[in-house]
């Protein structure tokens, strides 16, 4: 089974998938963790950090850079990313592009788009909508417990 985990920055994407990690087991990454090494160079010479970790937790003040390298590393073969992630993950978290997804999105088995719109703006980086024949949607408007009960009330 392969998943894939769709939202906007902040939405709770991680969140989600750490839920679905204990109900069944499955592994995740994220796209941003998973291009680091990738993509390191041209953030060291860009920000000037050359620690991974900060790089990483800093990624959301970048996320078009992240954004734009990611797209790099993915042209022209718009699913390298995602393979690359499938090959050790059974979910990959955080997809940002549509082109990306268009040229993937037959590798999964599921995919969750997961929404918290009401109480967090949209990111320009993120240019997949949530697409109802595709995609299943997770309203991430409430609590964590709340997430909590719909990921208990998914089937896979």
Request: charged share 25%.
């Amino acid at each position: 089974m392969k998943i894939l985990i769709l939202g906007h920055g902040g939405h709770g994407k991680d969140t989600f998938a750490e839920m679905v990690q204990a109900k069944w087991g499955f592994t995740f990454q994220s796209s941003s963790r998973a291009a680091l090494d990738a993509i390191y160079p041209h953030l060291v010479s860009t920000l000037g950090i050359t620690d991974k970790d900060e790089l990483f937790a800093t990624r959301s003040s970048h996320r078009g850079l992240w954004k734009s390298l990611i797209t790099a590393y993915n042209t022209p073969d718009k699913s390298r990313l995602c393979r690359k992630i499938l090959e050790t993950s059974d979910a990959y978290v955080g997809m940002r592009c549509i082109n990306e997804y268009q040229a993937s999105k037959h590798l999964f088995d599921k995919i969750y788009f997961v929404d918290a719109m009401i109480r967090l703006p949209a990111e320009e980086s993120m240019t997949i909508p949530y697409l109802p024949a595709d995609m299943e949607y997770i309203y991430n408007h409430g609590s964590k417990s709340h997430l909590r009960e719909q990921v208990a009330g998914l089937e896979l």
